[in-house]
């Protein structure tokens, strides 16, 4: 529903004042999908819409200070993506080099790498790993940036990091399997420490995770929204915060 200026404004306003403070969620996860097919629907270029979704993402950010929220995880590039032609590659990983940096730069939010850094080019590793270093004492909001990112590979990972842990201390793959639990993994994810995602957003109309912090997200409340990623406007956000705030959570009880 797109409302006409100042009807819109209006809307927003009265929206942002009904949600109950003590129903928010802590720990947002965003799905930043439909870049390329804005680009198509505007006559932009592909990287275009690359720098348009990253321009939105600093709103995003301070929408979700206004609320109380603690964490925000987007995911900006899979490991998927990584397949992609190499020029339309390049072209997006020099955005997410310039939008980390931005964020790094504003000293406003605390800034943290979310994926295998591994399998990226060293460009964008170091942009990643200089923004964290950066922001390290930053107090604030925790922005996990997700890049080169599978939910899968984050699993996988979290695991060989528990068996190297166990041998370390000098157990056996008896013992190893004997003891091991759910919260070995837990204790092993790139997200360690933090909140689980109380909400999870996906622009664009997909209904669907895609990999998304699979372990993370198994109570989470998920918010599907038909605008591609640069259209995603205040009260879209507002709308999906309502939607999870009225929802009852069992968290599988």
């Known amino acids: 529903m797109r409302l006409p200026h100042p009807l819109y404004g209006l809307y927003e306003r009265r929206l942002a004042a009904s949600l109950p403070s003590d129903r928010m969620p802590r720990h947002i996860g965003v799905i930043l999908d439909g870049n390329r097919r804005w680009a198509r629907s505007t006559g932009k270029s592909t990287h275009g819409g690359y720098r348009a979704g990253a321009d939105k993402i600093s709103e995003v950010l301070a ?28 072209g997006l ?15 406003r939010w605390r800034v943290q790498a979310v ?7 060293e460009h964008t590793a170091k942009a990643l790993r200089d923004a964290e270093d950066a922001t390290r004492d930053v107090v604030g909001l925790h922005v996990n940036v997700a890049v080169g990112y599978g939910g899968r590979r984050e699993i996988a990972d979290a695991v060989r990091a528990y068996l190297r842990d166990a041998a370390d201390q000098g157990l056996g793959l008896d013992d190893m399997a004997e003891s091991f639990d759910v919260e070995h993994i837990a204790a092993h994810l790139y997200t360690k420490g933090q909140p689980d995602p109380d909400l999870v957003i996906r622009t664009s109309g997909e209904q ?3 990999g998304f ?36 959570r069992r968290l599988g009880r």
């Open 213 to 248: 912090l699979l372990w993370q997200s198994a109570h989470s409340e998920f918010y599907f929204c038909e605008a591609y990623w640069p259209d995603f406007r205040r009260v879209d956000f507002l709308r999906a915060v309502r939607d999870y705030a009225v929802r009852e």
């Open 115 to 121: 994926g295998s850094l591994e399998l990226l080019p």
């Open 208 to 210: 669907r995770l895609g």
């Open 63 to 90: 929408w979700s200070e206004d609320v109380g929220v603690e964490v925000v995880t987007l995911w900006m590039l899979s490991t998927d993506n990584l397949n992609r032609p190499a020029d339309e590659l390049e």
């Open 93 to 107: 990983l020099v955005v997410i080099d310039d939008a980390v940096r931005e964020l790094a730069a504003t000293r």
